[in-house]
Every structure is written in structure tokens, then in C-alpha cells.
Nanobody, 124 residues
Framework: QVQLVESGGGLVQAGGSLRLSCAAS????????MGWFRQAPGKEREFVAG????????LLADSVKGRFTISRDNAKNTVYLQMRSLKPEDTAVYYC?????????????????WGQGTQVTVSS
């Protein structure tokens, strides 16, 4: 089992920044690729960013390219999502997730472990 706990969400004005953190415990963190997803009310959960086990490859959704960055620190068992130039449409619950796949999966069903989520609200 892998336990994931997100933190860092909150209320921010449009144009602002937030950094989300996801702390992992339970199994060897570096054995898992990690991803961030988000889900707004009435919408499906969508892929935001992903990173491979070593951190050597990352992938971002088109909607956040140039504004968000994903990174990980395997020594701290933590993955981060740095969010800049936030827009009201970024408002959602953000989830981190772990996978055992090769590459960077982008669909929720490819991730076996999930955190509880952290709310991000961007006001206009």
C-alpha cells in the first residue's frame, strides 16, 4: 500500500501562485510514477501533470503548459505541483496519484493509489 497526503491548496486570486505537495508513505516512493489530477464540480477527473519514477520525464496537460511544473524529491518521498498564473478555470480539487506503469500515464484508471485531494480555488 502507498498512502498519499496532499497539502498546499487554498484560495488565491487570478494570476497568483500555489505549490501543492504530496507526501507518500508505505512503500518505496521511487518505485512509482506520480501524477496530479483535478476534478471540478460536475466534471470528470482530468490529468494535469505526471512524472516518471526517477523524475527524468514529465508530462503536462496542454491547459497548464507554461504555467505548472511537476517535480519530485525521492529523498523526501514527495511530489510537487508548482502552479503559476492561476486562472479561475483552474479551480478544482487536486489529487495526487501513484502508478506502477512505464512512462507517464494520463488516465485515472492507470493509477492505483490516490490521495484525498486538496481544494484549489482561484478567484477572478
Amino acid at each position: 500500500q502507498v498512502q498519499l497526503v496532499e497539502s498546499g491548496g487554498g484560495l488565491v486570486q487570478a494570476g497568483g501562485s500555489l505549490r501543492l505537495s504530496c507526501a507518500a508513505s508505505g512503500r518505496t516512493f521511487s518505485n512509482y510514477g506520480m501524477g496530479w489530477f483535478r476534478q471540478a464540480p460536475g466534471k470528470e477527473r482530468e490529468f494535469v501533470a505526471g512524472i516518471t519514477r526517477s523524475g527524468g520525464r514529465t508530462l503536462l496537460a496542454d491547459s497548464v503548459k507554461g504555467r505548472f511544473t511537476i517535480s519530485r524529491d525521492n529523498a523526501k518521498n514527495t511530489v510537487y505541483l508548482q502552479m503559476r498564473s492561476l486562472k479561475p478555470e483552474d479551480t478544482a480539487v487536486y489529487y495526487c496519484a501513484a502508478n506502477s506503469r512505464v512512462g507517464v500515464p494520463t488516465t485515472p484508471y492507470e493509477y492505483g493509489y490516490w490521495g484525498q485531494g486538496t481544494q484549489v480555488t482561484v478567484s477572478s
